[in-house]
């Protein structure tokens, strides 16, 4: 049976691009990602995540990654879409992958709503929708292990030109960082997610 675990990473992040990533594996296999220590991401050191990404990519029949940048992010959010642009990627993650049942990581409060949207848009999976999916199946703890590096390195090209901090409201350095490119004449740059309300009290603030 073949089955795949999808996860997103960066989500709550002010800045840089929003990660769907989904894994793909026979179910018989899923011993071998227990193994190595495969568990939900934000559990895991930054090194220990590097390791296992490596050794992921090579147990799994195939993985499938999706950037969604702010701009696109920004459209949503002030649509009140947010949730359905998650769910849309997934499922267009999942139809690339085409398990026989996909596990995701609800972020809709109503998972069983969440799961519902995936399906009509990915019908030929069956689709199981839980909150901390990531926690409880070790295909979706991967697939957030693969969205995280991901996400990581896009941050990490932006980290050669401003020193963004993690990217997250409750970093300092990063609230920091968006302030004064704000607060700039410069066209604001196309990284930072105008719509979050850590932004826009920032964008309020300016122009008082």
Not at 2 to 10: E, H
Not at 13 to 25: A, E, H, Q, R
Request: hydrophobic content about 40%; some cysteine.
């Amino acid at each position: 049976m073949i089955i795949c675990g999808v996860d997103d990473a960066g989500r709550g992040s002010m800045i840089g691009p929003l990660v769907i990533s989904g894994v793909k594996i026979d179910k018989k296999n899923i011993k071998k990602l227990k193994s190595i220590g495969v568990k939900d991401s934000k559990k895991l050191s930054a090194k220990t995540r590097e390791i296992l990404y490596k050794k992921i990519i090579q147990i799994v029949d195939d993985y499938h990654v999706v950037r969604i940048p702010p701009k696109i992010i920004d459209q949503n959010v002030f649509k009140h879409k947010l949730n359905h642009l998650e769910a849309k990627n997934m499922a267009k993650v999942i139809k690339i992958l085409n398990p026989q049942t996909a596990y995701v990581d609800s972020c809709d409060v109503n998972y069983k709503r969440f799961g519902r949207e995936i399906s009509l848009l990915a019908p030929n999976s069956k689709i199981v929708s839980r909150h901390h999916a990531d926690s409880r199946f070790v295909v979706v703890a991967a697939a957030s292990i693969i969205a995280k590096i991901s996400r990581d390195k896009s941050i990490h090209r932006l980290r050669k030109n401003f020193n963004l901090g993690s990217g997250y409201p409750s970093d300092k350095k990063t609230v920091k960082c968006v302030k004064k490119l704000l607060s700039s004449n410069k066209q604001p740059n196309s990284f930072i997610r105008m719509s979050w309300k850590p932004v826009q009290k920032i964008i309020n603030k300016n122009l008082r």
